[in-house]
């Protein structure tokens, strides 16, 4: 199993800045930052394999930039230009099983599939006027 810790939320204006860490405990094949808004589904914004690939959802792209300091075990996620619309909880996951491309996590995911990540426990990102 993996244990990981989000840190790093807080309430932007829009077009504000934040920087998430997920600070990440265990082996991993590859970790994903997801987000869930009220009454939403939950969803896979961007994700980072071992080999420092990286992919993202259409939505955020060109706004956020995801990495990983292997030194320190943690994995960001740099939010620039946030918009109201990416109010949510942020959670990190990571997978270990290898069993497929890491870059499903920005695809959508089923319920049963996403119960077989380790996650944090979450924090909360609000943008607002």
């Known amino acids: 199993q993996v244990r990981l810790q989000e840190s790093g939320g807080g309430s932007v204006q829009p077009g504000g800045s934040l920087r998430l860490s997920c600070t990440v405990s265990?082996?991993?094949?590859?970790i994903g930052w997801f987000r869930q808004a009220p009454g939403k589904e939950r969803e896979g914004v961007a994700a980072i394999d071992n080999d420092d690939a990286t992919t993202y959802a259409a939505s955020v792209r060109r706004r956020f930039t995801i990495s990983r300091d292997n030194a320190k075990n943690i994995v960001y996620l740099q939010m620039n230009n946030l918009k109201p619309e990416d109010t949510a909880v942020y959670y990190c996951?990571?997978?270990?099983?290898?069993?497929?491309?890491?870059?499903?996590?920005?695809?959508?995911?089923?319920?049963?599939?996403?119960?077989?990540?380790?996650w944090g426990q979450g924090t909360q990102v609000t943008v607002s006027s």
């Open positions: 265990g082996k991993n094949y590859c």
């Open positions: 996951a990571a997978d270990s099983s290898a069993r497929r491309p890491f870059t499903y996590m920005t695809r959508p995911i089923t319920g049963p599939l996403l119960d077989t990540l380790d």
